[in-house]
């Protein structure tokens, strides 16, 4: 007790050192959290299937809503990746129309929604009929989507990516996403490279 006594200032300083390191630590990760529950977040899935006739549905889980800006098709073949625009593709092929979810994917989602793009089929035909290229010419590997939206209030884009790999079996052509998870382009620097996929795209 006499050794307490004289040292108390000591440990009083200690004990307010550690107090305040578990403060922050519960700070840091209720900011974690909070952080998490507002980053937006895009699904980007197949629906209906694995093969070819399998739908690609887009979802929105972001707490805010979004809107779609561009959306991005890309064939990997053994002669190279192809692309298109699908925002491009959608107001030569569908009749016109005073609405705008009519006659383009572009557009608001709000929390919870999903867009129905197409089959992978179709959008793999419209890929190479764009470019002028048919299916003997190629060999397919894998086809990627990429997604553009704003969210919220920002006015920096974030962007969403997923690969389906093809894979070729005695039963026909399957679908098989490379990833687990969608690839989420949220961050500062992951911002960045969502506007080069608009530039290189535009160019």
Known sequence: MEWLS???????AVTSFFTLLVWLFYAQL????????????????????????????VSNMSPEAIFIEHIFAILHTDKGDYAISMIDMEDA??????QLAETTRQGPMMPGSFNDIGTFEDIIQKVQTYHGISADEIVLKAIE???????????????ALRTFELVESEKGHFLTPTTHDTRRYASHWRRHKVRQWIRKMND
Do not use: H, W
Request: proline share 5%; with cysteine.
């Open 6 to 12: 004289s040292n108390s200032s000591a440990i009083s």
């Open 30 to 57: 209720l900011y974690l959290n909070f952080r998490r529950q507002r980053q937006p977040k895009i699904i980007i899935n197949r629906g209906g299937g694995k093969t070819l006739q399998a739908r690609c549905v």
């Open 93 to 98: 092929e569908k009749p016109k129309s005073s």
């Open 145 to 159: 989507m990429r997604f553009v939206a704003v969210y919220g209030s920002e006015d920096a884009p974030v962007g």
